[in-house]
């Protein structure tokens, strides 16, 4: 008898004349034990949505104002959804008030700094650093510059650093948040979250 996954359901039989069978169920507490693993905001491409504002950084020289606000205020809004929903969960398993404002808290002050904050004004000034440098190296480069004009070099090199800057920004954001945040939180609410 030869047995094989072919997408979602399990092919039986011999190889000449296979029958197929869908999968089991997953039992409904399995399923959901799996769904709460996965954190939404951090673990699937929702987390994008807390990058729209460095995307509105790097286009800022040819998007309006309304576009360009726009771009944070989606990065705002998703990092409410995620300290909303991590306050949500703490409340949820039962943990005393002050212990999920402590949760809220902490996650909106990470997501607004590791999110919004720190990698727009990183982009920002990459970008106006770029656009500073090309306009000033333009009479050297007349052609190049004709065909790409210094506001289009420095977008692309805008977005060329978000996938660079995400890692050490997380990275450095959780150092501060462990050295600054994380002991006035438990001097202000009596180490909950320790």
């Known amino acids: ?21 869908e999968p089991a169920p997953v039992p409904a507490a399995t399923a959901t034990a799996v769904a709460a ?7 699937t491409p929702v987390r994008y ?25 989606v990065a705002c809004v998703y990092c409410l959804g995620d300290a909303t929903t991590r306050g949500w969960r703490a409340r949820e398993e039962g943990r005393p008030p002050l212990e999920v404002f402590d949760t809220t808290t902490e996650a909106l002050v990470w997501q607004g700094f590791a999110s919004v904050a720190l990698p727009g004004l990183v982009i920002n000034r990459v970008v106006a650093t770029y656009t500073h440098l090309a306009t000033a190296a333009a009479p050297r480069f007349p052609a190049l510059m004709a065909r790409l004009p210094p506001q289009i070099q420095a977008t692309v090199v805008g977005l060329a650093c978000i996938p660079l800057i995400i890692s050490p920004i997380d990275r450095a954001v959780d150092i501060a948040m462990a050295a600054v945040y994380r002991p006035v939180a438990s001097a202000a609410f009596g180490n909950p979250n320790n």
């Open 49 to 73: 949505l807390g990058y729209t504002n460095e995307l509105g950084e790097s286009f800022k020289a040819f998007i309006g104002r309304r576009v360009y606000l726009g771009s944070y205020a």
């Open 1 to 21: 008898q030869l047995v094989a996954v072919t997408g979602q359901a399990v092919v039986l039989g011999h190889p000449d004349h296979p029958r197929e069978m």
């Open 37 to 43: 693993e996965v954190d939404v905001f951090r673990d």
